[in-house]
T-cell receptor, first 112, second 110 residues
Framework: DAGITQSPRHKVTETGTPVTLRCHQT?????MYWYRQDPGHGLRLIHY???????DKGEVSDGYSVSRSKTEDFLLTLESATSSQTSVYFC???????????FGPGTRLTVL | GQNIDQPTEMTATEGAIVQINCTYQ??????LFWYQQHAGEAPTFLSY????GLEEKGRFSSFLSRSKGYSYLLLKELQMKDSASYLC???????????FGGGTRLMVKP
């Protein structure tokens, strides 16, 4: 357990509404990541952060923005949710002997 | 892009040995991870290879050939609880991002 929590764990929303997902860590890790996981696509990186206010895009960043105003929190925002953003979202931190990534429990988002 | 390929599904028998293969483009990756993911749960770290050869961890072993862009995860003495998806992931040269394959769903049958 790398002290990572995600909230909410489940959310159902409607197309066009804004949605913010929160990732919280308690162990002062520098790197944090947001992934989405869909059948047939595995885990795909959306955005990542390498420090407070330092973020960069991943493979599937269109339609998503992130913010990191504190070390412990990394927020993922869907400005105007679409049905294609229905997915399971995982947050991760980088740590360990091999700089492996540890994942939070995930957020299941459904956009109707 | 930097593709990572692995079989979609595999089936094996309890007590047997199974090998899950992963191939990737040799440029752009520095090290390979294997993760296990049970249905409805988060991925958990299994192993990491940065040098060629075999890394053994109990019932699980992972092999890497950097020149061939090839890795495999070997699971011995299969148990029913090993039924899960196994994800292969490449570490980029800067060491700050992982690229995942689509995952291999392993079903262990009695």
């Amino acid at each position: 357990d790398a002290g990572i929590t995600q909230s909410p764990r489940h959310k159902v929303t409607e197309t066009g509404t804004p949605v913010t997902l929160r990732c919280h860590q308690t162990e002062n890790h520098r790197y944090m990541y947001w992934y989405r996981q869909d059948p047939g696509h595995g885990l795909r990186l959306i955005h990542y952060s390498y420090g407070v206010k330092d973020t960069d895009k991943g493979e599937v960043s269109d339609g998503y923005s992130v913010s990191r105003s504190k070390t412990e929190d990394f927020l993922l925002t869907l400005e105007s949710a679409t049905s294609s953003q229905t997915s399971v979202y995982f947050c991760a931190i980088k740590s360990g002997s091999y700089n492996e990534q540890f994942f939070g429990p995930g957020t299941r988002l459904t956009v109707l | 892009g930097q593709n990572i390929d692995q079989p979609t599904e595999m089936t094996a028998t309890e007590g047997a040995i199974v090998q899950i293969n992963c191939t990737y483009q040799t440029s752009g990756f520095n090290g390979l991870f294997w993760y296990q993911q049970h249905a409805g749960e988060a991925p958990t770290f299994l192993s990491y290879n940065v040098l060629d050869g075999l890394e053994e961890k109990g019932r699980f072993s992972s092999f890497l050939s950097r020149s061939k862009g090839y890795s495999y995860l070997l699971l011995k003495e299969l148990q029913m609880k090993d039924s899960a998806s196994y994800l292969c992931a490449g570490f980029n040269n800067a060491g700050n991002m992982l690229t995942f394959g689509g995952g291999t769903r392993l079903m262990v049958k009695p």
